[in-house]
């Protein structure tokens, strides 16, 4: 019988190779360019065209794979598992792809609560179901999902979004009972208000409600980054089938 390596080791420093989706903006291409400034290797998804992976991927020729296409489509996890592939081998992946369509949920379309959850959640399924079966052959990886603390607090006006991220706590302490022999482990970060990404897309007044919940305020993308880049190390390796909270505080009075 095949010895399982250690978890601990796998993918250590320079041999981590990540893949991230949604990695074209915001919280994304900051972890991809953090994971990068760490040694590792990438394979960045992205949608729509984004000079600045691609100026990323031009001054990391050797360490970054780019992969454009559709996250909630199979080929485009397929594909970004190949890409791992060929750069050694993938140890982690980062589900951070994400959309929102706020609105009253009187008021909220079946299309519009449809397409949050094709990308946010079947998204977050497609490329985990992917993205295991080459951890099981290598017998480890880690599967870091971002979610938000509107799954535990709600949000009015975001009834799909909410849904779509509380969704991927089950996905993940799920996956990770199904795969404990294999050495995978998953972990959600539920995020607080960020200034970049659908954060940035927020009009002031949303931005100065939510950043008054949080004991810290607004939170900066950088520290977001080097949390993911930290949850796809050896470091973490005993983070697992958990959600860790990201969110500065919540403020009750």
Same mark, same amino acid.
């Given at each position: 019988?095949?010895?399982?390596?250690?978890?601990?080791?796998? =993918? *250590?420093? &320079? #041999?981590?190779?990540?893949? !991230?989706?949604? $990695?074209?903006?915001?919280?994304?291409? %900051? @972890?991809? /360019?953090?994971?990068?400034?760490?040694?590792?290797?990438?394979?960045?998804?992205?949608?729509?065209?984004?000079?600045?992976?691609?100026?990323?991927?031009?001054?990391?020729?050797?360490?970054?794979?780019?992969?454009?296409?559709?996250?909630?489509?199979?080929?485009?996890?397929?594909?970004?598992?190949?890409?791992? =592939? *060929?750069? &050694? #081998?993938?140890?982690?992946? !980062?589900?951070? $792809?994400?959309?929102?369509?706020?609105? %009253? @949920?009187? /008021?909220?379309?079946?299309?519009?609560?449809?397409?949050?959850?094709?990308?946010?959640?079947?998204?977050?399924?497609?490329?985990?179901?992917?993205?295991?079966?080459?951890?099981?052959?290598?017998?480890?990886?880690?599967?870091?999902?971002?979610?938000?603390?509107?799954?535990?607090?709600?949000?009015?006006?975001?009834?799909?979004?909410?849904?779509?991220?509380?969704?991927?706590?089950?996905?993940?302490?799920?996956?990770?009972?199904?795969?404990?022999?294999?050495?995978?482990?998953?972990?959600?970060?539920?995020?607080?208000?960020?200034?970049?990404?659908?954060?940035?897309?927020?009009?002031?007044?949303?931005?100065?409600?939510?950043?008054?919940?949080?004991?810290?305020?607004?939170?900066?993308?950088?520290?977001?980054?080097?949390?993911?880049?930290?949850?796809?190390?050896?470091?973490?390796?005993?983070?697992?089938?958990?959600?860790?909270?990201?969110?500065?505080?919540?403020?009750?009075?």
């Amino acid at each position: 019988m095949t010895q399982s390596p250690d978890p601990t080791t796998v =993918g *250590d420093g &320079g #041999g981590r190779t990540v893949a !991230i989706t949604g $990695a074209g903006r915001g919280l994304g291409l %900051l @972890a991809a /360019r953090t994971l990068l400034e760490q040694g590792s290797r990438v394979v960045a998804n992205f949608r729509s065209d984004s000079p600045a992976l691609e100026l990323l991927a031009e001054q990391h020729p050797d360490s970054v794979a780019l992969v454009q296409g559709d996250v909630a489509e199979e080929k485009t996890a397929a594909a970004m598992v190949e890409a791992a =592939g *060929d750069l &050694g #081998g993938l140890d982690a992946l !980062i589900h951070n $792809a994400a959309v929102t369509r706020d609105g %009253l @949920a009187v /008021r909220l379309s079946v299309g519009d609560w449809d397409e949050v959850m094709r990308v946010n959640l079947r998204g977050a399924f497609v490329a985990t179901k992917h993205a295991l079966r080459p951890m099981m052959r290598r017998r480890a990886g880690r599967i870091v999902y971002v979610s938000s603390t509107v799954a535990y607090s709600g949000n009015a006006g975001q009834s799909a979004y909410a849904a779509s991220k509380a969704g991927l706590q089950g996905l993940a302490l799920t996956i990770a009972q199904e795969y404990r022999n294999y050495n995978i482990r998953t972990v959600v970060l539920a995020l607080g208000l960020i200034d970049t990404g659908l954060g940035a897309e927020l009009t002031d007044e949303q931005r100065d409600r939510l950043a008054d919940m949080s004991l810290a305020g607004m939170g900066e993308p950088r520290h977001a980054a080097a949390t993911l880049a930290f949850l796809t190390s050896p470091g973490a390796d005993f983070i697992n089938a958990a959600v860790l909270r990201a969110d500065g505080g919540i403020r009750f009075a």
